[in-house]
């Protein structure tokens, strides 16, 4: 038999892994929307992944929530939220990464396209991120840890007050003072929880 054609069957249970590794779009949906409140859930804009690993809208919104579902190439699971203001600065982000780029190339980019007027990132805008633990029986997510970004663009200590490390655990901090992605950074303490 030719290499040809021993190449491509060779490769076929990879791609049938990674085609069945994806969940449905109803528990991304679902899952996509546990970092914020309950009576915003339903009006969420959610974008997530297709059978084939796509990314894209699975459900359009009515309010100021966009959702991320679970990427499922990545170990642990992680949905995050933000507001629709954000959904342009994010997209870019998303598309710089597609295109290779790494951490501080897409920030250099981003801080350049910010500084002339041709990309916009809001003031006070938020972005919710939450980390769980997939129950492989009930697949509901356990364990639940969320942690909250404010965007403040260019802010430092000097113009908030708010420092530059927390003071103790579960205190705020600003994160990339002075730049275009100034934050504020709550992470809630949570007790130890056992995966037994």
């Known amino acids: 038999m030719k290499l040809k054609f ?5 490769l076929l249970p990879f791609c049938i892994v990674s085609q ?7 528990w991304q949906v679902k ?9 915003f859930r339903e009006g ?21 929530y966009v959702c991320l579902a679970d990427d ?8 995050a939220a933000y507001h629709k203001d954000l959904d342009l600065f994010m997209a870019r982000g998303r598309e710089l990464k597609r295109q290779g780029k790494k951490f501080q190339e897409i920030f250099d980019i981003r801080e350049n396209e910010v ?18 633990n997939v129950n492989q029986v009930t697949k509901e997510i356990e364990n639940q840890h ?15 007050g708010i420092p530059t490390v927390p003071h103790a655990a579960g205190h705020p901090w600003i994160m990339d003072p002075g730049t275009h992605r100034a934050h504020i950074m709550i992470t809630p303490t949570y007790s130890e929880t056992s995966e037994d």
């Open 20 to 26: 069945t590794n994806i969940p449905s779009k109803e």
């Open 72 to 79: 499922p190439n990545k170990e642990g699971f992680e949905i």
């Open 6 to 10: 021993i190449i491509p069957l060779l």
């Open 146 to 160: 969320v942690r909250y970004v404010v965007y403040i663009p260019y802010a430092t200590t000097e113009t908030t």
């Open 31 to 39: 899952t996509a929307v546990l970092g914020i409140a309950e009576e």
């Open 115 to 132: 500084k002339n007027g041709s990309l916009k990132i809001p003031y006070c805008s938020t972005l919710i991120v939450l980390n769980g």
């Open 44 to 64: 969420a804009k959610v974008y997530g992944y297709d059978s084939h690993g796509n990314f894209m809208v699975l459900k359009k919104g009515t309010n100021q």
